[in-house]
């Protein structure tokens, strides 16, 4: 079964920095691109970065450029998004998920995980 | 980045009923187009991708089709696991999403 399980999240001041983790397991963790999404109420489903299978092509929204960084470790599959300089406009919930094989789209997402941007 | 304009926000419906939700993308996605199912506090969960193909273990009540760059999702006969919020998704470039629609018990 696959599986996607987000950790990391909970409340950060404006300024600060906060680092999520994505562990995977129930597939081949090397063979798929992955992705970073957040949902707020207010703007819906965003996406937030992508990253290919051995990690050598990297892309990030307009809104997280130059502030978040994803990376992964096929090894420990395991993805993560390293977020600096947090704004209250980031706070959402994050999902990491698995990009279908051929697919183009994510077929598997991870829970949500609550990061929250507030003094 | 290319907009989807999904509609209706919400819709009120019986057990039974068919069901439609559209969407409509700013410009031509030729069928990169995908919707998804979430339930309160739950994940996204892929139903349809490239417009009208059926996603592993995904009930053939639903369905999926194009025209131009209007998009349909159709429940053909709507059952009590059914109710939740749909959210349309493009890939035809950077992904962006509807808005969704919440299918609430009439």
């Known amino acids: 079964e696959v599986q996607l399980v987000a950790s990391g999240g909970g409340l950060v001041k404006p300024g600060g920095s906060l680092r999520l983790s994505c562990a995977a397991s129930g597939f081949i963790f090397s063979g798929y691109s992955m992705n970073w999404l957040r949902q707020t109420p207010e703007k819906g489903l965003e996406w937030v970065s992508s990253?290919?299978?051995?990690?050598?092509?990297?892309s990030y929204s307009d809104s997280v450029k130059g502030r978040f960084t994803t990376s992964r470790d096929n090894a420990k599959k395991s993805l993560s998004l390293q977020m600096n300089s947090l704004r209250g406009e980031d706070t959402a919930v994050y999902f990491c998920a698995r990009e279908g094989a051929d697919m183009g789209t994510s077929d598997y997402w991870g829970q949500g995980i609550l990061v929250t941007v507030s003094s | 980045d290319i907009q989807m304009t999904q509609s209706p926000s919400t819709l009120s419906a019986s057990v039974g009923d068919r069901v439609t939700i559209t969407c409509r993308a700013s410009q031509s996605i030729a069928s990169w187009l995908a919707w998804f199912q979430q339930k309160p506090g739950k994940a996204p969960k892929l139903l349809i991708h490239k417009a009208s193909t059926l996603q592993s273990g995904v009930p053939s009540r639903f369905s999926g089709s194009a025209s131009g760059t209007e998009f349909t999702l159709t429940i053909s006969s709507l059952q009590p696991d059914d109710f939740a919020t749909y959210f349309c998704?493009?890939?035809?470039?950077?992904?962006?999403f509807g808005q969704g629609t919440k299918v609430e018990i009439k």
């Open positions: 990253i290919s299978l051995r990690g050598d092509y990297i």
């Open positions: 998704q493009q890939y035809s470039g950077s992904w962006t």
